[in-house]
C-alpha cells in the first residue's frame, strides 16, 4: 500500500510472488493457530512452583554463607589442635593434661581503701576457679571508690 500511495508500480510477475508470498504467510499462521489451540493448557502451579524454589534457594543463601563460615572457623580450630598434637613430644597422658582446663587461680589483692562494688545479678558473675572448680562471684561494678559507708 505505501508503494502503491507512492506511485511505485510492479509488473504483473512481482504481483504475483507477493500474491502467493501473501497466501503461504496466511496457510501458515492458521496451522500455527490450529496447532496451539490442540495444545493442553499450561499449568500455572508448575510456575508457581518453579518462583517458590527460587525465593527458597535465595532465601537460603544468607544462612548458608554463615554456615561456611562456621566451617571455616571451625576447620582453622581443628588444625590448631592438630599443631598442638604434633608438638607435644611426650606421651598420651601429657597430650591429655595439655587439653585439658585447668581453671582459674583466686588472686587475692589487697586494697588500700575500702570500695562498694554492685550486687545486683546483672553486675556480677559466677566463675569456676581452680581445679576443684569451685564457683566465685566476681563483682565488675564499683558503685563507691573508696567507700564511706559504714556497717
Known amino acids: 500500500l505505501a508503494c502503491l500511495k507512492n506511485g511505485v508500480t510492479f509488473e504483473d510477475k512481482q504481483k504475483q510472488i507477493f500474491s502467493e508470498s501473501w497466501d503461504h504467510s496466511l496457510k501458515t499462521t492458521k496451522q500455527l493457530i490450529e496447532r496451539v489451540k490442540k495444545l493442553p493448557p499450561h ?4 510456575t508457581l512452583s518453579l518462583n517458590e524454589t527460587r525465593n ?6 544468607k544462612p548458608m554463607a ?5 566451617i571455616d572457623g571451625n576447620k582453622k580450630k581443628v588444625k590448631s589442635v592438630q599443631n598442638d598434637i604434633d608438638c607435644i ?28 562494688v ?17 564457683t566465685n562471684t566476681v563483682y565488675d561494678v564499683v558503685c563507691h571508690e573508696p567507700c564511706s559507708i559504714r556497717g
Open 118 to 134: 554492685c550486687a545486683h545479678n546483672d553486675c556480677k558473675r559466677f566463675v569456676q576457679v581452680g581445679k576443684t572448680k569451685v
Open 43 to 46: 499449568d500455572t502451579q508448575k
Open 66 to 70: 554463615e554456615t561456611l563460615k562456621v
Open 56 to 61: 527458597i534457594i535465595l532465601a537460603l543463601s
Open 89 to 116: 613430644a611426650g606421651d598420651i597422658s601429657e597430650l591429655g593434661n595439655s587439653l585439658k582446663f585447668k581453671g582459674f587461680e583466686i588472686e587475692l589483692k589487697h586494697l588500700e581503701h575500702p570500695m562498694t
